[in-house]
Structures are given as C-alpha cells and as structure tokens.
C-alpha cells in the first residue's frame, strides 16, 4: 500500500479511541471516520507479528487486532 503522510503532529481533533477495544476492524473504521472525517486518513491494520511505522502522522491509524480481527489495543492517530 502506498501512503503519503500529509500532516505532521500536534494532530486536530480526536486522536484516540479507547472505547473501540474489543470492536471489530470495521466497527473500528466506521466510528474513526465518523469522529475524524479526514479525506486522507488511511488505516493500517497490524496482527501482533507486525510493528508499525517509527514516525507520526496525522493522517494515519494504526488498528492493532488479533488474527481474528478484534481490536486490542487503543486505536490512534499516528
């Protein structure tokens, strides 16, 4: 996937969202976008065998789910 960071912190708006732990990625999706209508957001969506990207960006979410594609840890931007 190709991906252009287009904003660098400090991010506006809401950049967490604790209470999407045990959600699925769609669920997750769905109410990230909603709270967060950014055009250029993209979402990674990360399995424990996989480790994310070093730096930040605003337009960026980082979804950490199990292999059956729950949410387990806090969504963010990043």
């Not at 990674?44 to 979410?61: E, K």
């Amino acid at each position: 996937m190709r991906f252009t960071c287009y904003s660098s912190p400090p991010c506006d708006g809401k950049i967490r969202w604790p209470e999407l732990l045990g959600k699925t990625v769609a669920q997750a999706k769905a109410k990230i976008l909603k709270d967060h209508p950014d055009p250029s957001l993209k979402f990674f969506v990360l399995t424990p065998d996989m480790v994310p990207r070093g730096d930040l960006c605003c337009n960026r979410v980082n979804l950490f789910v199990n292999y059956s594609g729950i949410v387990t840890e806090v969504p963010m931007i990043g």
